[in-house]
């Protein structure tokens, strides 16, 4: 199976500045079959991107995906106070799922 | 709008069987696939399995000896079942619906339902 290791574990960040998460597959995704999503306390995963790149329906401008191969980032510009939660890198392949252990955002 | 509603057992001893049911509503259920995900401070986000509306199923190959997933399209209605549970089966379950149009990510997810076995 692909294994999604996510960087840094624990972002530390003021409302404003910009966020940059990391995730690495250990082989290539193919196909652009990669997600993220964001978790808050108490509540179930949120897609956010799909795709590498797009959008899903409700996620802000501010928040974009990119990367290819096996080395993907979601970028947050000029964080908002609801953006601080755990995000989640998600790929597929060989009808099989596979998430990173996740990158906190904090305050 | 697509909402998943689900319910189960929510304690559980060693060696008994999990039970989750997950209901959609709003939404036709067929041409879909439907996971079932769990999520634990050991393991984080794990995915256990999916099933359509044929009652195609594909299942995490670490969990598939204990895996059954099956669906009711009367009701639109597909359910999770793991036997033999252990302390490693505290988790809180998910279930969450597979679109093709967002290149098999899960669109849509339950509010999950928090499994604790213990004997």
């Known amino acids: 199976e692909i294994v999604l290791t996510q960087s840094p574990g624990t972002l530390s960040l003021s409302p404003g500045e910009r966020a940059t998460l990391s995730c690495r597959a250990s082989?290539?995704?193919?196909?652009?079959?990669f997600a993220w999503y964001q978790q808050k306390p108490g509540q179930a995963p949120r897609l956010l991107i799909y795709?590498?790149?797009s959008r899903a329906i409700g996620t802000p401008d501010r928040v974009s995906g990119s990367g290819s191969g096996t080395d993907f980032t979601l970028t947050i510009n000029g964080l908002e106070p609801e953006d601080f939660a755990v995000y989640y890198c998600q790929q597929y392949g060989s009808s099989s799922w596979t998430f990173g252990q996740g990158t906190k955002v904090e305050i | 709008q697509v909402q998943l509603q689900q319910w189960g057992a929510g304690l559980l001893q060693p060696s008994e069987t999990l039970s989750l049911t997950c209901a959609v509503y709003?939404?036709?259920?067929?041409?879909?696939?439907w996971s079932w995900i769990r999520q634990s401070p050991e393991k984080g986000l794990e995915w256990i399995g999916e099933i359509n509306h044929n009652g195609d199923t594909n299942y995490n190959p670490s969990l598939k000896s204990r895996v059954t997933i099956s669906v009711d399209t009367s009701k639109n209605q597909f359910s999770l079942n793991l036997n033999s549970v252990t302390v490693a089966d505290t988790a809180v379950y998910y279930c969450a619906r597979v679109s093709a149009t967002v290149l098999y990510a899960m669109d849509f997810w339950g509010q999950g339902t928090t499994v604790i076995v213990s004997s």
């Open positions: 082989e290539t995704i193919s196909n652009n079959y």
């Open positions: 709003g939404w036709p259920f067929s041409g879909y696939y």
């Open positions: 795709g590498v790149s």
